[in-house]
Nanobody, 119 residues
Framework: EVQLVESGGGLVQAGGSLRLSCAAS????????IGWFRQAPGKEREGVSC????????YYADSVKGRFTISRDNAKNTVYLRMNSLKPEDTAVYYC????????????WGQGTQVTVSS
C-alpha cells in the first residue's frame, strides 16, 4: 500500500522557519519524483516544489524560490522541505505527492500538515 505521511507543520511567526518531512512507503522510492503542494482556504491548490528521482533536479514555484529548499534522502525514503523567511501568505495545508516526474501530476498524496504563519 502506497503511503505518504507529512509532518513538521506548526505555528510560526513571520520570518521564521520550519522543516516539513514526507515519509514514503509501499513503493520503490528511488523510482519516483516527490513534490509538495499547498492548499489555503479560498485559494487554488498551488504546486510548491518538486524533486526528481533521476538526477535530483529541483523545481520551485516563483512564490517560494530562494526561501524554500527541497531535498530527499533515498536511504530513509523521505523528502524534506526546508522553509525559511516564512510569510503569512505561506499559511496553508501542505501535502506531499508522488509523481512519475516533476512535469506530471501526482497519483498519491498524504493527509497534509498545517503551516500557519502569524504576522
Amino acid at each position: 500500500e502506497v503511503q505518504l505521511v507529512e509532518s513538521g507543520g506548526g505555528l510560526v511567526q513571520a520570518g521564521g522557519s520550519l522543516r516539513l518531512s514526507c515519509a514514503a512507503s509501499g513503493f520503490t522510492f528511488d523510482d519516483y519524483a516527490i513534490g509538495w503542494f499547498r492548499q489555503a482556504p479560498g485559494k487554488e491548490r498551488e504546486g510548491v516544489s518538486c524533486i526528481s528521482s533521476s538526477d535530483g533536479s529541483k523545481y520551485y514555484a516563483d512564490s517560494v524560490k530562494g526561501r524554500f529548499t527541497i531535498s530527499r534522502d533515498n536511504a530513509k525514503n523521505t523528502v524534506y522541505l526546508r522553509m525559511n523567511s516564512l510569510k503569512p501568505e505561506d499559511t496553508a495545508v501542505y501535502y506531499c505527492g508522488r509523481y512519475s516526474d516533476c512535469e506530471g501530476w501526482y497519483d498519491y498524496w498524504g493527509q497534509g500538515t498545517q503551516v500557519t504563519v502569524s504576522s
